[in-house]
């Protein structure tokens, strides 16, 4: 008998090997049409198998109960078509897969548990490249917005405001101070030096009450710096006090110990102002006072160096104090030169300022906002021809003898008779250029090259020199000397009182005698006065008289000579023995003298010897300019008859004297002129030689102006011209005389 076929959707039920339908359990819930169950009439869903039938013989496998899902009453209320044909509902079955077997009867095998349906894998799907560009797009775009958002936001909305806030990161441009070059003496010792300093700056924008904390940092901060820098404290102050100045210099030239002690005081406050308790009051300020906030600091947390800086630079000194610092002259506060050498060759000295700029932020270098610098080019050495050890002998004497004589001034020169070169040049009183503040104003100029002075009887070598060299007279030439001579109205008479002298030519030098000099002189023009001034005019003009020496030091005169055209009355007469329209200095009067000792051929003046630029090239002064004056035989001439000045009982220079040496040389003393201009007041003396006068080597002069203790040249500066020849003579090594002078007569018996 067959199994009856069920309809499909009914749930396999177990019977009896008979066919009998079981009846439902009880309790079991009626299965409803609903969601997953087939209509009647419709066939299962795919390939559902038709119920499985229990071989012959053999009961039906009993079909486990299943549990029934609660229906909802709506559910209820639709009767099952199954109800309706009188069958019995079943309980839904687990579709099986296609070309499964149909399960056993439960009798003959156990029954299996359930398993899990293989799932098949999904495929693979690629993303869109379209779909996906869009989003990278939009993706840009959204960034880029906000890019141009805050370019907005800097450029427009906050500029002013970022602008403010970038005064405390700014760019600060310092200048570079180039080293300053030397000033050294022959044997290249310096005479003048720079040595490292400091310039003690500030930045102004970190002293307000913003920046510190406290509403009074520059005073305070006046306070801490002014015992230190020597400043006071007002003006400290006041420098401070200028917030839209980012860079003020507080003091200059300030010594490595000074700038150390700022270093350490500001470190200290520095070190102070960081403690947690000043922080924590530093995060107080400018908040509201419900909320704890501050108008200011402690004084124990303000530090009002902070925006205190120092610079390093460099500060002139001068090694030998006061040695030849009337012709090396000194420096301003600002290190520039303000006299004599210093002054005359700042340019040279000075080199090139550099600079540099750097950003800064809060007082503090920014190492990674970048920079400039523009090197400075350090200046040049001077050397000069100046030896120490003969400026220093001559300096002592002449200081020595304005004091011994009560002088306002004297000036000595030494000079180099063959190169023109300057030795020495001394004058007293002098001042030391490292304590300025010592010094005076009348002290700090070069008086031997300032000073225009009528030169007295040491101008009367000029005269006779006219006369000889034409032809007028000879050494032996013989002249009487009345004690009074008429000109032009006017009585000319001798520094003393004498009856009539018989001198030679040779001995109107010796005694420097004022009336055998004009007799000289009248001889050149044949009678015509105006003739024989012209061709004395030509001769001192050669001498360099009224001419520039060529040094162009700071202040130098070039003296003065009255044209003969222009000469009135006595002028005529007494130009002929150094008085009236005739002024030199000191340099100019002593050229006259190395002239005769280089045999007639005079050589412009030099003081510096070389320069030695930035690039260690030197560079010599060229050898001064030659001028044929007198002959070498007028020349030859001329110093026997100076020697009789020295040597002879009779002259007047007899404390020049140097034994072991020939001097030549010639007294002077002359009517000094007035400060106003009118008139005379008081003396010159001097004294100006050469030796050996056999082999000559050196030139020395001695000026004094204003002596009390005395007014003759040859009792006040003979002395001072043996000390310093002397000693120059023994620096250098110039060997004794071998020859004995000649003696020249320096009278005649009528």
């Known amino acids: 008998m067959t199994t009856p076929r069920q309809p499909s959707g009914s749930g396999s039920g177990s019977g009896s090997g008979s066919g009998r339908r079981q009846p439902p359990r009880a309790g079991a819930a009626r299965p409803a049409a609903g969601r997953g169950q087939p209509a009647k009439g419709q ?311 550099g ?108 005269s006779l020199a006219a006369v000889l060299d034409s032809g007028k007279a000879n050494w032996d030439t013989r002249v009487t000397v009345p004690n009074r001579l008429v000109r032009a109205g006017q009585q000319f008479k001798d520094d003393v009182e004498h009856g009539d002298w018989y001198l030679t030519l040779a001995g109107v030098l010796a005694k420097s005698s004022n009336i055998g000099t004009i007799e000289a ?14 061709i004395l005019d030509g001769y001192m003009r050669k001498f360099g008289v009224a001419q520039p020496t060529g040094l162009n030091f700071p202040g130098e005169t070039a003296g003065k000579l009255k044209k003969p055209e222009d000469l009135v009355a006595s002028e005529k007469y007494n130009i002929s023995f150094g008085q009236g329209p005739l002024q030199m200095n000191a340099l100019q009067a002593t050229s006259v003298y190395s002239t005769i000792a280089n045999g007639g051929v005079r050589v412009a003046p030099s003081i510096v010897q070389g320069i030695t630029g930035p690039d260690g090239k030197y560079t010599a002064t060229p050898p001064g300019e030659q001028t044929r004056v007198v002959s070498e035989q007028t020349a030859k001439t001329l110093t026997s008859m100076l020697e009789s000045v020295v040597d002879d009982e009779q002259g007047t220079g007899g404390k020049a004297a140097i034994p072991g040496y020939r001097v030549a040389g010639k007294t002077g003393t002359a009517n000094r002129g007035a400060a106003d201009g009118k008139g005379y007041d008081g003396y010159t003396a001097s004294f100006i030689g050469f030796a050996p006068a056999d082999a000559p080597r050196y030139t020395v002069s001695c000026t004094l102006q204003g002596p009390v203790n005395g007014h003759f040249g040859g009792q006040l500066c003979g002395p001072v011209f043996k000390q310093v020849m002397e000693f120059t003579l023994k620096t250098m090594q110039v060997p004794p005389s071998g020859s004995q002078a000649p003696n020249l007569p320096v009278e005649w018996k009528p």
């Open 43 to 353: 066939s299962t869903a795919r390939g559902q198998a038709a119920k499985p039938q229990a071989p012959k013989g053999q009961p039906a496998k009993p079909q486990p109960a299943k549990a029934q899902p609660v229906r909802s009453q709506s559910a209820k209320a639709q009767p099952a078509k199954s109800a309706a044909v009188g069958r019995t509902p079943r309980a839904p079955q687990q579709r099986r897969p296609e070309g499964r077997p149909p399960a056993r009867s439960q009798a003959a095998v156990r029954p299996r548990p359930k398993s899990r349906l293989p799932q098949r894998p999904r495929p693979l799907k690629l993303a869109e490249p379209k779909r996906r560009l869009r989003v990278i797009t939009v993706a840009l775009s959204l960034v880029f917005s906000v890019f141009a958002g805050r370019l907005v936001q800097l450029q427009l909305v906050d500029a002013d405001a970022l602008a403010a806030d970038a005064n405390t990161n700014r760019y600060q441009n310092i200048p570079i101070t180039a080293e300053r070059g030397s000033i050294t003496s022959s044997d290249g010792v310096a005479l003048a030096a720079t040595v490292d300093a400091y310039d003690i700056t500030a930045d102004p924008a970190m002293f307000t009450p913003a920046a510190t904390g406290i509403p009074d940092a520059p005073e305070q901060a006046a306070a801490l710096l002014s015992p230190i820098i020597g400043v006071a404290k007002d003006r400290i102050a006041a420098d401070l006090h200028t917030p839209k100045t980012r860079y003020k210099r507080l003091a200059s030239q300030q010594t490595p110990a000074a700038k150390n002690q700022i270093s350490d005081l500001k470190s200290s406050l520095e070190k102070q102002a960081g403690s947690r308790a000043c922080q924590a009051q530093k995060k107080l300020l400018g908040k509201p006072a419900d909320q704890g906030g501050r108008t200011r600091v402690d004084n124990e947390c303000a530090n009002p160096l902070a925006g205190v800086f120092n610079r390093e630079t460099q500060k002139r000194i001068y090694p030998a104090d006061g040695l030849a610092a009337n012709l090396v002259g000194f420096v301003n506060g600002e290190g520039e030169g303000a006299g004599g050498l210093e002054l005359q060759y700042q340019k040279q000295l000075a080199g090139k300022d």
């Open 521 to 534: 002189i009248e001889t050149l023009g044949d009678g015509d006065q105006l003739k024989a001034n012209q």
């Open 355 to 462: 600079h540099s700029s750097y950003a800064q932020a809060g007082g503090r270098l920014v190492p990674t906002a970048g920079g400039s610098m523009d090197p400075a080019v350090p200046g040049s050495d001077v050397k000069l021809t100046i030896n120490r050890d003969v400026q220093w002998a001559a300096q002592r004497a002449i200081t020595d003898q304005v004091a011994n004589s009560g002088a306002e001034k004297g000036y000595v020169v030494v000079q180099d008779v063959k190169t023109g070169q300057v030795i020495a040049m001394a004058s007293a009183p002098g001042f030391n250029p490292n304590d300025l503040n010592l010094a005076k104003q009348s002290q700090m100029g070069n008086p031997a090259l300032v000073d225009a002075y009528e030169p007295g009887s040491t101008a009367k070598l000029m």
